[in-house]
C-alpha cells in the first residue's frame, strides 16, 4: 500500500481490496505442494511479482505502473530497512538462547 501512495498519486485502493487478490496463488497457499519449480531466486521473484502485478491490476492500476510496483515491492520486502523488531525480540531470542532453542550469531553487531 506504501508503494501504491508513493507510485499512483490520488489512487482510491483501499489495502481490502488488495488482500483480497493475495489469498491464493503464493506457495505457502499450498504447503503440501514441494514447489521444485521454485527453486531459484528468479523463479521465485517471478511468480510473486505476478502475484502483485495481478492484485494491482484487478484494483484499476495500469499495468506498466503495476509491473514497476510490483518490482519496488521486491525490493523492499528483501531491504531490512523494511522491518523493525518487537521490544521483547532480543530478551525472547536471548531466553531461548540460553535454554538452547537460537543458535549461530544472532547476538553479534
Same mark, same amino acid.
Given at each position: 500500500m506504501q508503494l501504491m501512495d508513493e507510485n499512483v498519486p490520488g489512487h482510491s485502493a483501499r489495502?481490502? !481490496?488488495i488482500r483480497v487478490h493475495m489469498h491464493q496463488g503464493f506457495p505457502w497457499h499450498r504447503p /503440501?505442494?514441494? $514447489? &521444485? %519449480? #521454485?527453486?531459484?531466486a528468479e523463479a521465485w521473484w517471478s511468480l510473486v511479482e505476478d #502475484?502483485?502485478?495481478? =492484485? #494491482? /491490476? =484487478?484494483?484499476?492500476?495500469? &499495468?506498466?505502473? =503495476?509491473v514497476v510496483i510490483a518490482r519496488l515491492a521486491h525490493g523492499r520486502i528483501i531491504d531490512p530497512r523494511s522491518y523493525h523488531l518487537y521490544e521483547d525480540t #532480543? %530478551?525472547? @531470542? !536471548? $531466553? @531461548?538462547a540460553g535454554r538452547g532453542r537460537v543458535r549461530g550469531s544472532i547476538f553479534r553487531s
Open positions: 489495502i481490502e !481490496q /503440501d505442494a514441494s $514447489h &521444485h %519449480e #521454485l527453486s531459484t #502475484l502483485f502485478i495481478k =492484485a #494491482l /491490476d =484487478a484494483v484499476g492500476v495500469e &499495468h506498466e505502473r =503495476a #532480543l %530478551e525472547v @531470542l !536471548q $531466553h @531461548l
